[in-house]
């Protein structure tokens, strides 16, 4: 085995090593989920020579330079303030969903107008038009890393999948008997995708020949919310009947349901090293669970209204909600599941709520037609996004937290930089 060169991954924290054995190019990544800005570089570069015999002493100078850039990117807490960078005047009637490529160069807007497009970020251009469903485009995905195809999924109950440089559509998918509502790319098979419908199914198909592969049935409510492992062998899925399943997407079996909310979920996701899953309901709380023991870990309740979105950090050791209550909250799940902050300043339902790739900032958007900015530190808003004529229903960071995206039904999306 040879060392060829170290490969940085910012968000979530991590370092790659190509190497060469038996002629072969192969990579390794080594997750650094607990780096701080206290973390003792030397320690930690003589920590990794030790576990991977590809490194010597001869790259170790380089090994600590890396992991020092690394440490600098990911530990900085200096406030950075975002302007009105674009506005896509979008689509001709209401948006429905938004989606960035991997490496937030391009933005996907679905929308009532049976359409979806692929918008250039930088120079705020549309570059394509994905025209063919019947009825509203509701869900879009690109398939990240690569973000070569496009999936999206239609009230008119078929899934299509794109090619992302051309426009062109490569298979339509069919099975479902009602809206579908979620589509995902599996992230290890590639040629896989999943739907999640209002007919209370999920289904697998091929991305090439449009086969259906499997049936993911046993809710008795719609499904809404769906999430691949990063093995891809597990599906989750969180369904109006109250209960989030849990699937082997090799026999399309249900291995597990977790139960205990009291009302329709409204998302699930699963934690960056898939060991919890969060869930969100309109039972006014969220719920964290072991993804191995299918046990549920806490309760988060404080809540004065249905709780609409939930998401994790990185480190899987916070995690925040958005509610109708017009407030979003922090949470350290780590022991007590105690509350952290209450972010109070929206007039209206909070709609969506996601965590700045390094963790330290949280993104809101409100029917009060603003997003807001808040610390994580100190739960205090830091800006106010404004300028959208009507809800604020959904929003994104890209990749490096470098651009923000909202979307609104005022049938615009507005670029942040």
Known sequence: MRLLKFLLRYFPPGIALEYTQGGDIKTKMIDLLDLTAKTDIKALARSIKDAEPVITESVMDQLEETLQRLQSKVCDTSVKRYYKYKTLQTHLLPLTNIGFDKLGKRCLTGSYDRTCKVWNIDSGTELLTLQGHKNVVYAVSFNNPTSDKIVTGSFDKTASVWCSRTGNCLVNLWGHDAEVVVVRFSPSHHTRVATGSMDGTGKIFHTESGQQLGTLKGHTGEV????????????????????????????????????????????????????????????????????????????????????????????GSRLA????????????????????????????????????????????????????????ESGRCLQTLAGHTDDVFSCAFSYNGDTIVTASKDNTCTIWR
């Open 224 to 315: 809404i919310a769906l999430q691949y492992n990063d093995d891809g062998n597990q599906i989750i899925t969180g369904s109006f009947d109250g209960s989030i399943g849990i699937w082997d997407t090799r026999t399309y079996k249900r291995t597990s349901a977790l139960v205990g909310h009291d009302a329709k979920i409204s998302n699930c996701i699963f934690s960056f090293d898939c060991s919890i899953i969060a869930s969100s309901s309109l039972d006014n709380t969220a719920r964290v669970w072991d993804a191995r023991m299918n046990t549920c870990l806490g309760v988060l309740s404080g809540h004065e209204d249905e709780v609409l979105d939930v998401t994790l950090d990185n480190q």
């Open 321 to 376: 909600t958005a509610s109708s209550d017009a407030t979003a909250r922090l949470w350290d799940i780590t022991g007590e599941f105690k509350e952290i902050a209450a972010l109070d300043g929206h007039h209206e339902e909070v709609s969506k709520i996601c965590f700045s790739p390094n963790g330290h900032q949280l993104l809101t958007s409100s029917l009060d037609r603003t997003a807001r900015l808040w610390s994580t």
